[in-house]
């Protein structure tokens, strides 16, 4: 019977541990640790909560057409990893969106939240006053979680006459102001009053309309998202 040669197997052990520790060295220099299966995973998205009435809701439009689905679509076409959640409610006031607050944060609140709310109060010519004030709590609680906010605002109905128009118009930027959140002044900017961008009520926008209002606040909301990215 032949018999190995003297030391065989101790270089071969020798040889094995050294291409160990050059893949270890080459690993720890490149960071890129032996093993690890979440290097090339993507980081979860970006989510934004669209807090507000049908005019977010996509009162009348067909799916994937109202205003969160095309935001979500339009950043991105521009490169974000986002998740716009749909928060629109038809019909709500700044009381109805105070009051499901909690239930629409959940267990897990948003990275940010655009808030459009107001509409249906100056439609019934509500107190100004009471929705400045509902507003006020809602963006406290909001930044309380650690939300960042974008304020959409409103304007009141010319009807209304121009004491109360000024009253519900500036109640807006006062806010704004006081709570140090982005404002996009005027939510249906470059569609009130276009037949051509509003459905036949005259108020809610088409899927073309939310186009020009997403193509409009874009700049605004990636303003939002820079805030709330850590």
Do not use: C
Request: glycine fraction near 14%; charge should be negative.
């Amino acid at each position: 019977m032949r018999m190995p040669p003297p030391g065989n197997g101790f270089g071969r052990r020798r040889m094995l541990a050294g291409l160990l520790g050059l893949a270890l060295a080459l690993g720890l220099a490149y960071g890129a640790p032996i093993g690890d299966v979440n290097a090339s995973q993507p980081a979860a998205p970006l989510r934004i909560l669209a807090l507000g009435d049908s005019l977010t809701a996509g009162y009348n439009l067909p799916q994937g057409a109202g205003f969160p689905a095309q935001l979500e679509a339009a950043l991105t076409a521009r490169g974000h990893a986002v998740e716009v959640i749909n928060g629109g409610v038809s019909g709500d006031t700044s009381a109805g969106g105070l009051s499901r607050l909690a239930w629409q944060l959940g267990d897990t609140p948003p990275d940010a939240a655009i808030v459009e709310l107001g509409a249906n109060d100056g439609l019934r010519g509500l107190d100004p006053g009471r929705t400045e004030a509902n507003l006020s709590q809602l963006i406290a609680r909001l930044k309380g979680t650690g939300v960042a906010v974008l304020l959409a605002g409103m304007m009141a109905p010319p009807n209304l006459g121009p004491e109360y128009g000024e009253a519900f118009n500036g109640l807006y930027p006062r806010l704004a102001d006081q709570h140090e959140v982005l404002l996009y002044p005027f939510f249906l900017e470059g569609v009130a009053a276009q037949p051509e961008l509003l459905q036949p009520d005259g108020l809610h926008p088409t899927e073309e309309g939310v186009a020009e209002i997403v193509r409009r606040m874009l700049p605004k909301v990636e303003e939002l998202i820079a805030r709330a990215t850590p």
